[in-house]
């Protein structure tokens, strides 16, 4: 992608560098998408803390959070992985809403998470989401090649075929997880950063006060056009 | 040895005289016979090459019919004599000469186990609800105990293998169209047969209009649990009491109904009758999976009561006071956990004046978070139901470890509000902040469970003390107190076997048809004694060798210590803190008010 000056650094980190370059940081939510088993947790725990553990299934949402710093901005994604969400299908636009990003992933080696995929999809275009909206394809367990099932080709190909970004990662070995990240990272500012007014601005937790954070519908507000 | 016990057992039981039902009723109408011959052909049609049964459990009998003498003598048990009568290939026609296995044959029934299960209940005495259910007693003792603890998944078990059968206790659940829904070892699909005679059994009972309970054949006990749609299914070897393994086949029900509530799966049921409940279970199994190895390990299911971390009165006070002063609207309960055991719990005021926490719901929720690797990975939301507090609503929780990476310590908010997830998770970094202002961490580090030997009483191996004196209007959550298990209980094996004499204790105080106030029982290696009163509940273990008297006075030696250290061992007053107007509105009171049966509610928040 050619971005030699981006860094990712986990949050715990981000401080001293908020204080060197005094730039607004902007909330970026992110929402995990596919069926149970394809890496979703994984890949939310790659992007959190930058770590690989075998999981059990998630139970109910799980948050991470992780500082992305562009060159002009910090992005402060909060990722939302949940749990079995397919079988919550009634309410899944509620999921959806307010997500900048939404990542739909699947097993390269079960063609059936594929389809499942191609599902997830129509039900996302279905809803009124945002045009603005980025949404990524991914297919996860790249590090499975000899028991690949679905050729890059063909998550290429349907990714061209519907508009979306493309990438095959491993969460296990950490293959493509950052160069993902920073990507996202660019064109959720480039579709909805400052220029847009898309995103809220983050001010830490410092300055949130208790009492006015019930007010504080974070993503509603931003994105409810 | 043997004459004690009885002596001790005749004593206690002046103290409550209910001997009318005494007599046993056995079961032997002609309805549960055609039933059980009807079983019987049903399962060799389903099964052809029905196996014979395996060996290995009768010289395991053997031993525990040695081990068991001397509490059987003290019941008109028919025990030795079953024993003998119903041998394994005794009576029922378990293997057809005229079929041959066909390898070709790949239907889902030849790969099933349903033989197992339909050879149980054809060789089974029928005890249905009404009548005397007595007639039996239940030894047990030194019962083998070959299933590793392991947390390893049971999934992709081989339901044709002998392994497979020799598993300690079965569960599974089903839904009344004998859906297949959850089965502790192997998959649900490969057991679909399995269920089927199952479920079969359970409608052939309820048309007769009698409510399937339990069946007894040699070496299994098959308890049924029907709770609205679901029938729970309880395989057991174990020999724990019918109404032990109720219990646990209930604490299955209630953690089902945490994670879907009680209103959903009967609004699911009325809708499609065959609906397929796994669907929204789902990656669920686990939580249940580490329930039942919780409840087969755990005593805290047993006592019904919540296990709390030793710590000073002033560090446990101290705690209360950072939870009391980290809320936000609609926060119900604050509960701080360490090394699996409550450190202390924070309840809101109108809720506590309300109701009082059940234990199992506590356990429930300490399961869960057990059961979930996936929360040390960020914080949680998820709704959660606590059924003994009202099955039909959400709560949501937030969970989150407060030190990573060791993810011992964990902070558990529960709201009614479920958009509240921003407002809770500042809460939490308002507790973290007060942590470590007070160093709080580094001292929860330090607090540990207790050894034996502090108690400073010589023969004393082991003890489970559950005190019943704490004034109602504290409303104070159900507590038990027990040091760690040492030698000779280290190992997991010996362990279990103590935990089987408790159980075994257990039933024996709390049976329904001649219960116990107090029993003095020797066994081979060591000797127990149990004690009920209107103040608390107590199990003892002593070395083998101790004396009656002996026993006594290191009982009274213990509750003198107990009384010492109450402070230390048990949460003595709940803490409160006011956070809403009335929840008793939003929480408690009015039916669950979703529109949508599979509707959690949570996800709204996203
Ligand atoms: N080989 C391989 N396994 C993975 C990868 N990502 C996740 N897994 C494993 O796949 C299983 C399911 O992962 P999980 O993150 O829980 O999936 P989720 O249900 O989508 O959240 C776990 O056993 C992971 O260890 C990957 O990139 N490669
Ligand atoms: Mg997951």
Redesign the interface.
Same mark, same amino acid.
Do not use: V
């Given at each position: 992608m050619g971005e030699p000056f981006l860094r990712v650094t986990a949050e715990t980190q981000d401080h001293d560098a908020s204080r060197r370059r005094p730039v607004q940081t902007l909330r970026v939510k992110m929402v995990l998408l596919g069926s149970s088993g394809v890496g979703k947790s994984s890949l939310a725990l790659r992007f959190g803390k930058d770590q690989f553990r075998s999981t059990s299934p998630t139970v109910g949402c799980a948050y991470l959070t992780r500082m992305v710093h562009l060159s002009d901005v910090s992005l402060r994604f909060e990722i939302w992985d949940t749990a079995g969400q397919e079988t919550y299908h009634s309410v899944t636009p509620l999921y959806y809403r307010g997500a900048h990003t939404a990542l739909l992933v699947y097993d390269i080696s079960r063609r059936e998470t594929f389809v499942r995929a191609q599902l997830w999809l129509k039900e996302l275009e279905k809803q009124y989401i945002p045009g603005s909206t980025v949404i990524w394809l991914i297919g996860n367990k790249g590090d499975l090649s000899e028991d690949r099932q679905v050729t890059e080709q063909e998550g290429r190909i349907l990714a061209d075929e519907r508009n979306l970004f493309f990438t095959e990662t491993s969460a296990l070995s950490g293959d493509q997880v950052t160069e993902l990240l920073l990507m996202i990272a660019h064109r959720v500012n480039e579709h909805m950063g400052a220029q847009q007014g898309g995103l809220s601005e983050w001010r830490g937790t410092s300055c949130v006060d208790l009492h006015q954070n019930n007010n504080i519908k974070p993503f509603n507000t931003c994105c409810k056009m | 040895m043997l004459s004690l016990h009885r002596d001790w057992d005749d004593i206690m039981e002046k103290e409550d005289h209910q001997q009318g039902e005494e007599q046993e009723v056995k079961i032997c109408d002609s309805s549960s016979e055609t039933l059980a011959t009807s079983l019987s052909l049903l399962g060799n049609h389903m099964f052809p090459d029905s196996v014979q049964r395996n060996d290995s459990s009768d010289s395991q009998l053997s031993d525990l019919a040695a081990a068991v003498e001397p509490c059987l003598k003290s019941e008109p048990s028919d025990h030795v004599t079953r024993r003998e009568n119903e041998g394994p290939e005794n009576g029922v026609p378990t293997q057809p000469a005229d079929t041959e296995p066909e390898d070709a044959d790949v239907e889902n029934e030849q790969s099933d186990s349903g033989d197992f299960v339909a050879e149980m209940l054809a060789k089974a005495k029928l005890e249905e609800q009404g009548i005397g259910l007595k007639g039996r007693s239940s030894p047990l003792l030194e019962a083998g105990n070959d299933e590793s603890p392991a947390l390893m998944s049971h999934r992709d078990e081989d339901v044709t293998a002998e392994s497979w059968r020799q598993h300690r206790k079965h569960v599974f659940v089903l839904s009344e169209a004998g859906k297949p829904i959850y089965s502790r070892y192997g998959s649900e699909e490969a057991l679909s047969s399995t269920m089927g005679v199952m479920m079969a059994l359970v409608s052939f009972v309820q048309s007769g209009d009698n409510v399937i309970r339990s069946v007894y054949s040699d070496g299994h006990t098959v308890v049924f649990l029907q709770k609205g749609p679901l029938v729970l299914v309880c395989v057991s070897s174990s020999r724990q009491s019918e109404q032990q393994l109720r219990g646990e086949l209930l604490y299955v029900y209630y953690q089902i109904i945490s994670m879907l509530t009680q209103a959903s799966i009967s609004r699911i049921f009325e809708h499609k009758k065959n609906y397929d409940l796994r =669907? @929204?279970l789902?990656? %669920?199994e686990?939580?249940l999976d580490g329930l039942l190895n919780l409840v087969d390990s755990d005593p805290s299911f047993l006592l019904a009561a919540v296990h709390c971390l030793p710590l000073t009165c002033s560090l446990r006070d101290s705690l209360s006071q950072i939870l009391q002063k980290a809320i $936000?609207?609609n926060l119900v309960f604050s509960i701080l956990i360490a090394k699996n055991q409550l450190l202390t719990i924070v309840q809101e005021k109108t809720v506590i004046e309300d109701t009082r926490l059940e234990p199992a719901d506590v356990h429930l929720l300490l399961n @869960?978070i057990g !059961? %979930?690797? !996936?929360?040390?990975?960020? #914080?949680?939301? $998820?709704?959660?139901c606590l059924p003994l507090f009202n099955p039909d609503c959400y709560f949501y929780?937030y969970i989150s470890y407060l030190d990573p990476p060791d993810c011992t310590v964990c902070l558990l908010l529960l709201s009614t509000d479920k #958009?509240a997830?921003?407002?809770v !998770? #500042?809460?939490k =970094?308002?507790i973290e902040e007060a942590m470590v202002t007070q160093k709080s961490l580094s001292l929860i580090a330090k607090a540990q469970s207790y050894s034996v030997s502090q108690v400073g009483v010589s023969d004393l191996r082991h003890f489970m003390y559950k005190p019943f004196d704490v004034p109602d209007h504290y409303r104070q959550l159900s507590q038990f107190t027990s040091p760690e298990m040492e030698a000779p209980y280290s190992s997991e094996e010996e362990k279990m076997r103590l935990l089987d004499l408790y159980r075994y204790m257990h039933s024996r105080i709390h049976s329904t048809s001649r219960p116990l106030k107090l029993i003095y029982h020797v066994a081979e290696r060591e000797t127990l004694l149990a004690w009920v009163t209107s103040k608390f509940e107590l199990y003892t273990c002593f070395s083998p060798l101790v004396t009656k008297a002996c026993a006594i006075t290191a009982i009274t030696k213990l509750l003198r210590w107990i009384k010492k250290e109450e402070d230390r061992l048990f949460i003595r007053y709940p803490a409160k803190y006011s956070t809403t107007p009335n929840p008793s509105k939003s929480s408690r009171g009015a039916k669950s008010d979703q529109q &949508?049966s $599979? &509707?959690?509610?949570?996800?709204? @928040?996203?």
């Open positions: - | =669907r @929204l789902a990656g %669920s686990k939580i $936000t609207p @869960l !059961a %979930s690797s !996936a929360f040390q990975a960020g #914080e949680i939301w $998820t709704p959660i929780a #958009e997830f921003y407002a !998770a #500042e809460c =970094r308002k &949508d $599979t &509707d959690n509610g949570f996800l709204s @928040l996203l």
